[in-house]
């Protein structure tokens, strides 16, 4: 058997050069991978087998030097985001500490940032670690919807939404959908968001309502709906025909921050709340309302989707129209996207 030859050397019979161990030789003789050597079969037994030269190529580019990031990386993390504490995180996910901690330190060193600041006891999201937590959980949702084999079959379109969904067109959407879309489940879904889980990769799409300021998303304004005070139903207010904004001020207002959309700037810099109470979502808010602890603001809609026997609802004269938007992500998404937005448009029309 013939072996290719050093251009630059002739071997005499007989003698085998000794391949060279220094540190300077190794990088020009690399050690070949064990699918690249030559078959041991067909070796010439007189001849060590000679390196294999790669050439380029362009449908395969070789493996990058760093391991990439793996779905384990991006779970850790999102535990650690959510429970605030890396053993809480460790047992959620069924691990040790040291293995949690390793994981998100190797994530942090991929990504050359520090996503966790660890100079407390309770762990905080840096910045940058809030960044990422939401394109970090919209791509762990992605790949788990991507092996939901049910999904497979009969891909829902999921439409997130705070509160309020579509307000009066609620109904009509859904069932014109069911007639015109059969094979396309229409999925709505309540998250207490302030993008309803757009961003987070657990909806398709969402109906928002307000200016929504989140990275990478895609808006459209379908229609824009009044503002209503929400009152205690025995309360002084309770019987008026309409109320303004300076007749909230002089008690608590109940602000939902993390999926609602009043704040004090509603109010003018002069004649703001003198107090105000968060709470985390609408049955809290409206809870809190009920119970006599303050008042609030909210779009008109909420006033038929969220009816309570503690709570009366009173146009509000003097604040400003809310936008209901129907927003998705910037880029591919799911086939009936369009479609939704097409017949959501239509039944606006028709009032």
Do not use: C
């Amino acid at each position: 058997m013939s072996r290719p030859e050093d251009p630059g050397h002739t071997a005499s019979p007989g003698h085998h050069p000794t391949p060279a161990t220094g540190p300077a030789d190794r990088g020009h003789h690399p050690a070949p991978a064990a699918a690249d050597q030559a078959d041991p079969d067909q070796a010439d037994p007189g001849h060590p087998p000679a390196p294999v030269t790669h050439r380029a190529d362009p449908d395969h580019p070789p493996p990058p030097a760093s391991r990439a990031v793996e779905l384990r990386h991006l779970r850790a993390f999102l535990a650690v985001a959510e429970e605030g504490n890396v053993t809480r995180a460790a047992a959620h996910l069924g691990l040790t500490q040291p293995a949690v901690s390793r994981t998100l330190a190797a994530l942090e060193r991929h990504l050359g940032l520090r996503l966790v600041d660890r100079s407390t006891h309770h762990l905080a999201l840096t910045p940058e670690g809030v960044a990422f937590r939401d394109k970090a959980a919209a791509a762990v949702a992605a790949f788990d919807e991507a092996l939901d084999t049910g999904r497979l079959r009969h891909w829902p379109l999921r439409l997130g939404h705070a509160w309020s969904a579509f307000g009066p067109y609620t109904t009509p959407l859904l069932r014109a959908w069911r007639e015109r879309h059969p094979a396309t489940p229409l999925e709505l879904l309540r998250i207490d968001d302030r993008t309803a889980g757009l961003t987070r990769g657990e909806v398709d799409a969402a109906l928002l309502r307000g200016p929504v300021h989140a990275p990478g998303l895609v808006t459209e304004v379908l229609f824009t709906e009044g503002r209503v005070a929400a009152v205690t139903a025995d309360g002084p207010l309770a019987s008026r025909t309409s109320l303004r904004l300076a007749d909230l001020v002089d008690g608590p207002v109940v602000l939902n921050t993390v999926s609602g959309i009043t704040t004090p700037e509603l109010w003018p810099p002069h004649a703001r709340p003198a107090a105000t109470l968060t709470v985390a979502n609408t049955d809290d808010w409206l809870a809190a309302i009920a119970a006599g602890r303050g008042s609030g603001v909210s779009a008109a809609s909420t006033a038929a989707i969220h009816p309570h026997p503690g709570v009366a609802y009173v146009p509000l004269d003097d604040a400003p129209g809310v936008p209901v938007l129907l927003a998705r992500r910037d880029g591919p998404g799911h086939p009936a996207l369009p479609k939704l937005a097409a017949l959501a448009r239509e039944i606006v029309a028709r009032g």
